[in-house]
Each structure stands twice: as C-alpha cells, then as structure tokens.
C-alpha cells in the first residue's frame, strides 16, 4: 500500500509539457508522469525522453498515440494506423524504461531476503 499525502494530482509543467506530480509522503516518492497533452508523436516521445531524464516515471497519453486510428475509417488504413498506434506505444515504453525513474528502487534478491525479519508471513497471512 502506497501512502500519500493527498489523492489529488498536482499539475506543473513548463514550454515542453504539463507533468502531473501525485502526492507524496514520507512512505513513497512522488510519481510524476508527463501528459501528452493532444501533440503529435514525435514531440511527445522528445517530451518524455526529457521528462524521463528530470525524474518523470511515465507517461499519460491519448491522441499522441491514437489520433490516426481513429481518424482513419477505411478498413485497411484503420488496421495499418492500429498497428502504428501499437508501435508507438512499444516505442513510449522503450524510452519510459530507458530514461525513467522507478517509482521504487528495484533491489536484488539477496537484498530483499535479507530486508525480511523470520516469520515475515504469519503477520502476512493468519492462520485459519
């Protein structure tokens, strides 16, 4: 469970974009993810490479991604802008990897198992 201090999103953002920054407190970071605010794709995916590197953990997106498929009504070009659409999407994800910040920092196994106290389940789960 992730506490915050409010369950409202701050917005911010400068000439590059709004970034939503939900609330934080002393048990988790905050969780800022860029918007696309309706920009073609190439700006946003620009956008979130340096939203990523100013600490952003995602992004939020609409018609960057899908404007073409649904502007598109014959057949065969809606099929080739959904597959586009589906690029676009693997392609945000690349970048989101790439540049963002984990919510959470990742730790190794032995890290996590020795960050566990003895009998860490019988809290987790009561016996019945």
């Not at 970034?19 to 309706?38: D, H």
């Not at 490479?49 to 502007?71: H, N, P, Q, T």
Request: glycine share 10%.
């Amino acid at each position: 469970m992730i506490a915050t201090s409010t369950l409202m999103p701050a917005v911010c953002g400068n000439a590059m974009g709004p970034i939503v920054t939900f609330g934080a407190s002393r048990l988790a970071p905050p969780i800022r993810q860029i918007l696309s605010a309706g920009v073609g794709h190439e700006d946003f995916r620009t956008q979130v490479e340096i939203a990523g590197k100013a600490g952003a953990s995602g992004y939020l997106a609409g018609r960057s991604i899908w404007r073409d498929a649904v502007s598109n009504h014959l057949p065969a070009e809606r099929a080739a802008a959904i597959e586009l659409a589906g690029g676009r999407l693997d392609e945000l994800n690349k970048v989101t990897r790439a540049y963002g910040r984990p919510i959470h920092p990742a730790a190794s196994l032995p890290e996590a198992i020795e960050a566990m106290s003895d009998g860490w389940f019988s809290s987790w789960h009561p016996a019945t």
